[in-house]
């Protein structure tokens, strides 16, 4: 199991001290289940290593932004890191400051930037020259100084995969770094801009801690330059990025991770800058479980298929990127095991969970799939028209429905076919 959370009692598996399959009779199927225990202790190892550091976690939402999971961080004292006015919405509807929340994304509106503003945001993580005029604009308008931090492009190679890999000189992300210092320039003249910061994100499930360090020395030297310049950058935001326990990687742990970090901004001399984290993956990854049902088991020339009510739709990682998630039953049988493509409802071959998994499975079995806390019910759909999924948050011996499933009405509720 990836995460202690999730364990087996007798052959059947317990999130936390409630058996999995009494969630799934209780609630259904599809259905995400969240531990806050897991989430907790994750939150923990980021905030117990910067303790007595100028360090700060801003959980990044993208990664699940559920109300009840943003919540416990808030509770546990974190900010937030949000890419949409929709993001700084939810922020605030779980009890989050907006003076917690930093800005990223590459295409901010101008309607996202004004919220933002009003709302108080703590730093707008700008990404180009363009931006960085309509924010000026913005503020302008509203007679305020928009904090600002430029993203930088530090073009180190995070060795992951191609389409989580952010720091490279051939993605979308950032100013390049040949043309920062002259962008901190162009900053600084803005009248309604107060430049505050630097920020790099180099990419996504990064298992080594070395491209972190070359990125953090590449921003530094930054630093250096840009302050020469006579600006004051009080805060260095390394980005999130830091990968988790599918199947058999072996990431950092979370402690000596940021550790060697900060140790890093000392042995460099910046000892006292302030140092920004954006996790999302690291701290909700592993603490979500997807409950499925097996509808069908399908014997194959081939293949064997176990076809179940989970689908690309709820969660697309595997579709998209070919992500490996752990499958692995609610009740263990005794019965020997046959290789099964675990494959969901949905109309297209790409639509499939996991690959030659070796399981002891009948029709109408529960399964779960492992570490689909990140990166899942927020990416999930409604293709083929299908209801999202609940999620459930459990604490010690309770079960709490945090998101009701949806009813196919809602689906179309905004629809309407033409008069005549
Ligand atoms: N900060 C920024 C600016 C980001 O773009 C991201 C993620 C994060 C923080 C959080 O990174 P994390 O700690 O979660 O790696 N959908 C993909 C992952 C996309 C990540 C995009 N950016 C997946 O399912 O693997």
Redo the contacts with the bound molecule.
């Keep these: 199991m990836n995460d202690s959370a999730f364990h087996y009692v007798d052959g059947a598996l317990h999130v936390e001290g409630v058996p999995a399959a009494s969630l799934a009779e209780q609630f259904g199927t599809p259905l995400y289940v969240y531990s806050r225990d897991a989430l907790t202790r994750a939150y923990r190892a980021y905030a117990d290593a910067c303790a007595g550091r100028k360090a700060t976690v801003h959980v990044?939402v993208?990664?699940n932004s559920n109300l009840a999971v943003l919540n416990v961080f808030e509770r546990l004292g974190a900010g937030f890191?949000i890419?949409s006015s929709g993001e700084l919405a939810r922020v605030l509807a779980a009890g989050g400051k907006a003076s917690n929340t930093v800005f990223?994304?590459v295409g901010k509106s101008a309607a996202e930037m004004r919220e933002a503003l009003e709302a108080g945001v703590k730093c707008f993580?700008v990404e180009s020259i363009p931006e960085l005029h309509a924010l000026n604009e913005v503020a302008k308008s509203l007679g305020k100084k928009a904090p600002v931090s430029l993203?930088v492009n530090p073009d180190v190679d995070a060795k992951t995969?191609p389409?989580?890999s952010?720091g490279l000189k051939s993605n979308k992300?950032g100013v390049a770094f040949g043309d920062a210092r002259a962008t901190y320039r162009e900053a600084r003249d803005m009248a309604n801009l107060d430049v505050v910061g630097i920020?790099c994100?180099i990419?996504?499930?990064?298992t080594e801690v070395s491209p972190y360090l070359d990125a953090v020395d590449k921003l530094l030297d930054l630093v250096e330059q840009i302050e020469s310049d006579g600006m004051s950058i009080r805060h260095v935001d390394v980005?999130?990025?830091?990968?988790i326990t599918y199947d058999d990687e072996t990431p950092p742990d979370i402690g000596d991770f940021v550790r060697t970090l900060l140790a890093h901004f000392e042995e460099r001399g910046h000892g006292q800058r302030e140092v920004y984290f954006?996790?999302?993956?690291?701290?909700v990854?592993n603490a979500g479980v997807l409950l499925t049902r097996v509808e069908y088991l399908k014997p194959g020339e081939e293949k064997n298929f176990a076809i179940v009510d989970a689908a690309m739709n709820d969660l697309?990682?595997p579709a998209?990127?070919e992500?490996f998630h752990r499958i692995v039953p609610v009740m263990e049988r005794k019965a020997s095991a046959r290789l099964y493509d675990v494959v969901g409802p949905v109309c297209e071959s790409g639509d499939w969970l996991g690959r030659d998994r070796e399981l002891a499975v009948e029709q109408g079995d529960l399964l779960a799939i492992l570490s689909a806390g990140?990166?899942g019910f927020v990416?999930s759909s409604n293709y083929n028209t299908r209801a999202r999924a609940a999620e459930i948050m459990v604490d010690g011996e309770r079960a709490r429905v945090v998101r009701e499933r949806e009813e196919v009405k809602q689906l179309f509720a905004g629809e309407s076919i033409l008069p005549d």
């Design positions: 990044a993208k990664a890191d890419v990223s994304g993580n993203r995969h389409y989580i952010t992300f920020d994100h990419g996504s499930q990064i980005g999130g990025g830091l990968g954006e996790p999302g993956r690291s701290l990854g697309a990682r998209m990127y992500a990140a990166y990416m």
